[in-house]
Structures are given as structure tokens and as C-alpha cells.
């Protein structure tokens, strides 16, 4: 049971990651959307939940996970309830904006709950496992359901639905979760500050870049902002007694690697779903469903795949789990991108959704259990909030850095593969990480 209320409420906040993708032109035509403004719609989710996730991990440690966590998911049913209501420009960004919020609060809260939950062996590595592939199907399976809500019902519909989840989650949690003692000690106050401006700044900067370019000013100072804040940030936690965001994370190659590739990998995939929308029903003519249901090849491959980790972990180990599941990724990237518009769809997409979907499925779970390999009891919520930043930030810098990278093609077809060329260097870069780091780490301990 407890299981089950932190996976589905995380795949809640996975989803609408994007279940907003295949909704966005009705979105654009119901509200009349300026194009900054639909760009925004997604945009302000992510810059508030990258900007908030290490102060909401640091929160479960400090104030109770059980407390911190049913929090979130108030927030997140509310604000929900709110975009499903929007009827103007200002009031669909506010709303993304403060679901941003409450997803910062519940996805490092959940991953805190399985590693606080459940010991260390085969129990955690099914348990991470299980919160890996939700994390995967979630953000592939947001495009089929707002797809399909999209063209059944209304976008708004992909909001509303998660109100009475989020009920429903919040009624379980108070009955089945038990209670955490908190860590005793000081709030990190400056850390909290200067890593949610550093981070909101520099996500800021990212996004702008896929708008309007990598010299414009409103990208140049907001990422050097940032990243000057951030060094502060780092400054001050190897200072600090009771640091928001300890540095002995790092001091595992395990979990410096797994970030790492965390970063690029879920840039890599939801710059691909981005793209792959637009391929759909840009260049294929497809409607919503449609083209959420040309997921489908990926989300069951992917599902099916997830299933056999935990026998997969026992017999060759995670590490070698998670670098073969990088490269079937690396080469279903790879295929992709010989995609053209006179290329059927059953030849051209689904041999490359088919090793995608494999690749995801077996990467996942393991490359969360690397992420929060060896973490006390502690830091446990630092440990899962490091998790969730990396894949944050990875799928805000894979779709702008992509976007711009794609910028100079003549046509949208063009613009989609050289994306898919771009998508499959930086995945291929996640590969080396595991090979360099999380495989050798993995190898001594064993």
C-alpha cells in the first residue's frame, strides 16, 4: 500500500511533465495564447520545479516526510483544479507555475519514502525499480492520455483528472504512511535561498535560450547569474554544519555518475517526445490521439522491459543493467534520425520506439538506485532531491539546448531529425558517464 500511494502520486507529477504537449493547440485556441505565452504554459511548471526541488527534499528531512509529503500533494490537487480552470493567458501560467511548486515538494518526497521504507537489497531494488519505470512511463504515457482526453473531451480534462487522484492519494497517505522522527538541527536558510534562485535563474536562462537564441541578453545574464549564485550555493555548503544539499553526495563516483547521466538521459527523451509530437502531427497530419497513440509501441516495450529489473539486477547487476539499457537508447536515437516524411510510420518509427522503449525500461530503475546508492539515513532527502534535480534539469536543458541546435533547418521535418542527431550525441555522452564512473564503482563493491 505504501507503494502504491508514493508511485501513483509520483506518476502524477511525472505525467504532467507532458500531458501537456498534445493539448497545446487547443490551449493556444482556447485561451488565445501569444506564442510566448503557450511557451510558458509548460515552461513556468518546469522553471518552478526545477527551481524548488532542493529545498522540498530538504523539507521532508527537516519538517517529517509524511507531513512534507501529503503538503505537496495538497498543493498539487489544488493547483491542478486551477489549470483545468484557466481562462486567461496570466491565469494558466500562474497555475503551471504554483503546480510547479507542489510536484518540487512530492517527487523527492516519494523517493525519500522508498529509501527511508524499504532496506537496502532486494526489496529497495525493486522498489527503485518500480519508482524508475513510472518515471519513464509517466512522461511517455502523458502523450497518449492527453491525446486522447484532448480530442475526446477538452485539455482540460488531463488537469482535472488528477484532482480527485490527488484526493484519493491524500486520504491513503494519512491512513498508511507512518511518521518519520525529523532530523533535528538548523534550516540551511541561505543554501534553501541561493539554490532555488540559482537554479530558477539558470533553468530561466535554458528556456530563454530555446526561444530566442544563446546570445540574447535575457539568456546570457540569467545563466551566469545563475551559475554564479550556484557557486555560492557550493560555497556555502561546504561551510555549512547542516547544508541543504551535503557534498559527500558527491564524493560517490556512483552517484556523481548516475546524476550525470540522469541529466542527459531525460533530456535526451523529453526532448524527444517534444519532438516526436511535432513529427506526428506536423509532418504526418496526425491528430492528438493519433500521435499519442504512435507512443504506444515505446510505453509497452518500455513496461514490459521494467518488469524483468529486479531478476535482470540479481543476475548481472545494475550498473551493467544500466549502461546496456543507455546504449539500446543511444542506437534507437540513432535510427530515428534517418526518419524522412515519405517513411512510413511501421518502417521508419516503430523498429527505433521498440529499442527506445527497451532501452527506458531497463535503464530507469537502476540509474535511481545509483543515484541514491550508499546515502544515510540522513540523506535521504537529499539524496532523492540530487535524483530529481538532475532529471529536472535534464529535461529543461535537453528540449532548449536541442531547439537550439535544430534552430538553422528549412523545414520542420529537418528541424525534427537534426534534434534526433543532437539527442543521440548527448545520450551517447550518458553511456561514457556509466562506463567511466557507475560501472567501476559498482564492479569494487560487488
Known amino acids: 500500500m505504501v507503494l502504491t500511494i508514493v508511485l501513483v502520486s ?108 524499504f532496506p537496502a537489497g ?42 480527485p487522484i490527488a484526493v484519493v492519494m491524500i486520504v491513503l497517505a494519512v491512513k498508511y504512511l507512518p511518521g518519520f522522527d525529523t532530523v533535528r538541527g538548523r534550516f540551511d536558510l541561505f543554501g534553501a535561498i541561493a539554490s532555488t534562485l540559482g537554479m530558477g535563474a539558470f533553468v530561466y536562462g535554458i528556456i530563454n535560450a530555446g526561444e530566442t537564441g544563446w546570445d540574447d541578453p535575457l539568456t546570457i545574464w540569467p ?60 509532418v504526418y497530419g496526425w491528430t492528438p490521439l493519433q500521435a499519442g497513440l504512435g507512443f504506444l509501441p515505446m510505453t509497452a516495450v518500455q513496461f514490459a522491459s521494467s518488469l524483468l529489473v529486479p531478476r535482470l539486477t540479481r543476475r548481472f547487476g545494475g550498473a551493467v543493467l544500466l549502461t546496456a539499457g543507455l546504449a539500446l537508447v543511444t542506437a534507437g536515437m540513432g535510427w530515428m534520425a534517418q526518419i524522412t516524411a515519405e517513411t512510413p510510420f511501421v518502417i521508419g518509427a516503430v523498429g527505433p520506439l521498440i529499442l527506445l522503449g527497451l532501452g527506458q525500461g531497463l535503464a530507469f530503475g537502476p540509474l535511481t538506485s545509483a543515484g541514491v546508492a550508499g546515502a544515510r539515513a540522513s540523506d535521504a532527502g537529499a539524496a532523492s532531491g540530487l535524483v530529481n534535480t538532475a532529471h529536472q534539469l535534464g529535461s529543461t536543458l535537453g528540449v532548449a539546448v536541442l531547439t537550439a541546435v535544430a534552430a538553422g533547418a528549412a523545414t520542420l521535418e529537418q528541424h525534427v ?20 564512473l557507475i560501472l567501476p564503482a559498482e564492479t569494487r563493491r560487488r
Open 417 to 436: 531529425v537534426d534534434a534526433y542527431i543532437g539527442g543521440t550525441v548527448m545520450v551517447g555522452i550518458a553511456v561514457v558517464a556509466a562506463l567511466a
Open 10 to 117: 509520483y506518476f502524477m507529477i511525472v505525467l504532467d511533465n507532458s500531458i501537456i504537449f498534445t493539448g497545446l493547440p487547443q490551449i493556444q485556441a482556447d485561451l488565445g495564447l501569444s506564442p510566448a505565452g503557450l511557451a510558458w504554459a509548460q515552461n513556468a511548471y518546469t522553471l518552478v520545479f526545477g527551481g524548488l526541488l532542493l529545498l522540498g527534499a530538504r523539507m521532508g528531512d527537516l519538517l517529517g516526510r509524511r507531513r512534507v509529503f501529503i503538503a505537496g500533494l495538497v498543493l498539487f490537487g489544488l493547483a491542478s483544479f486551477l489549470v483545468g480552470t484557466a481562462q486567461s493567458e496570466a491565469w494558466i501560467i500562474a497555475a503551471r507555475a504554483f503546480q510547479g511548486v507542489g510536484a518540487a515538494i512530492v517527487a523527492p518526497s516519494s523517493l525519500a519514502l522508498i529509501t527511508a521504507l
Open 122 to 163: 532486494p526489496e529497495r531494488t525493486r522498489a527503485t525499480a518500480a519508482y524508475g519505470t513510472t518515471a519513464g512511463l509517466g512522461a511517455s504515457l502523458g502523450l497518449v492520455v492527453g491525446g486522447a482526453l484532448a480530442s475526446a473531451i477538452s485539455w482540460r480534462a488531463g488537469f482535472f483528472i488528477n484532482v
Open 223 to 282: 545563466i551566469a547569474g545563475g551559475l554564479v549564485v550556484l557557486a555560492a550555493f557550493v560555497v556555502n555548503e561546504w561551510k555549512a554544519k547542516q547544508p541543504i544539499m551535503p557534498l559527500r553526495l558527491f564524493a560517490s563516483a556512483e552517484r556523481s555518475g548516475a546524476a550525470i547521466a540522469r541529466l542527459l538521459f531525460a533530456g535526451t527523451m523529453i526532448a524527444f517526445f517534444f519532438f516526436t509530437t511535432q513529427l506526428f502531427q506536423g
